[in-house]
């Protein structure tokens, strides 16, 4: 922003956004005047001099000690990225500890977005066996020697395989694909995409309480076969399980500036339900599809010419009028996400629960129910 304004200003989402650093005007007379910027670092105009710097940094040091910050801005400390060396090794310990146990909180995942339709799975060498999933025992047993130290997973890599000629499409390092949660001295910690980051427990508890209550869908989800190609095949199979469906996979609606090009979902009900379904992944993942379902609904809700090139859509595919859809309808956004967990409610790594505590609450804010459902995977 271009000129001194409020924090309020800023339009911060304080269920997500994570303050890496600010400027801002000090107002305690003599000691932090003027334009002053934090991060790692401290950068302040000080008329100081060296007989006295000592001092004044003390006093500058007390003041970074001190709790009167919380009482405006107590949602900085919801989520803090970890800095400290010592303490980063030793959750990376703690990390390895659990996988070795076996511990289901903490596992593999793709750390980004992909086209599963390309995938044929993973493999651990250049020309080893190609496996359908990020298992921890995979992982575990492709490594030379057994798991002691976490820079094992940093030099070891994990490769997405095509399935049309069996190149690499993509490589990541081990450690970017691992996910979880880890208490360490009665404090929560996260692991997403190689970096560790602290979550306020209280507010760990308030994202994890809200997801378990998530509404799990009544819809009925064929199970997801190892052998199809890619969601696009699953979606095709889904659609094609009730005459209450309409498939919209990759039926792009051309809207907004730069070509945009808007998914209304993978799968349209004509009850007003629209599904959008996703292989299990990391928390990039997991974010995205949560808000894919928030781009459309908003749009729908907030865009009437958008709702009437959508309606062109659906009509070139069914033209009986039962799946059109309109912002006075009562509707509902459900999740589909594919795993080979067993759960009805599917585990998603911490930064995804947080991603869909702010969807869910967009979503139920314009009067759309939002639900969950686990499509399993089976040979």
């Not at 910027?37 to 970074?64: C, H, M, P, Q, R």
């Not at 995942?109 to 599963?116: F, G, M």
């Not at 500036?257 to 009900?269: A, Y």
């Not at 009986?320 to 967990?341: C, L, M, W």
Request: glycine share 6%; proline share 2%.
């Amino acid at each position: 922003m271009p000129r001194k304004a409020s924090i309020s200003d800023f339009s911060l989402d304080y269920e997500q956004d994570l303050l890496e650093g600010i400027t801002a005007v000090g107002n305690i007379e003599n000691l932090l005047e003027g334009p002053v910027t934090g991060s790692d670092a401290l950068t302040v105009n000080t008329t100081a001099t060296l007989s006295n710097v000592a001092d004044y940094l003390k006093e500058v040091f007390d003041i970074y000690q001190s709790d009167a910050y919380k009482e405006n801005f107590a949602w900085v400390d919801h989520i803090a990225s970890v800095k400290d060396k010592s303490l980063e090794l030793q959750l990376e310990a703690r990390a390895v500890e659990a996988l070795n146990s076996g511990d289901q909180s903490i596992w593999f995942a793709v750390p980004e977005v992909i086209d599963w339709d390309l995938i044929a799975g993973f493999r651990y060498t250049q020309n080893g066996t190609t496996f359908d999933d990020i298992l921890v025992k995979d992982v575990l047993h492709s490594l030379s020697n057994e798991l002691a130290d976490f820079q094992q997973l940093k030099h070891k890599r994990i490769l997405a395989i095509s399935s049309e000629n069996e190149e690499v499409l993509y490589s990541w390092a081990a450690n970017r694909c691992l996910y979880g949660e880890i208490q360490f001295n009665g404090n929560q910690y996260c692991i997403t995409d190689g970096s560790w980051y602290k979550i306020d427990q209280d507010y760990s508890d308030e994202i994890n309480q809200d997801y378990s209550q998530t509404k799990v869908t009544t819809k009925v989800f064929p199970e997801y076969k190892k052998k199809y190609s890619g969601e696009s095949e699953y979606n095709e199979v889904l659609a094609k399980s009730s005459d209450d469906y309409l498939l919209m996979d990759k039926k792009n609606i051309m809207f907004g500036g730069n070509g945009s090009r808007i998914e209304l979902c993978d799968v349209l009900s004509n009850d007003g339900t629209l599904i959008h379904v996703k292989r299990y992944g990391g928390s990039s993942v997991m974010s995205h599809l949560f808000n894919q379902g928030l781009v459309s609904m908003d749009l729908i809700k907030s865009e009437p010419n958008f709702v009437k090139k959508a309606n062109q859509t659906i009509a070139q595919e069914d033209q009986s009028g039962r799946f059109a859809i309109s912002p006075d309808r009562e509707t509902e956004v459900v999740y589909g996400i594919v795993t080979n967990d067993s759960a009805a409610l599917p585990n998603v790594p911490f930064f995804s629960k947080v991603a869909f505590h702010h969807v869910k609450r967009r979503l139920k804010s314009m009067g759309v129910k939002v639900s969950i459902g686990a499509i399993h995977e089976i040979e």
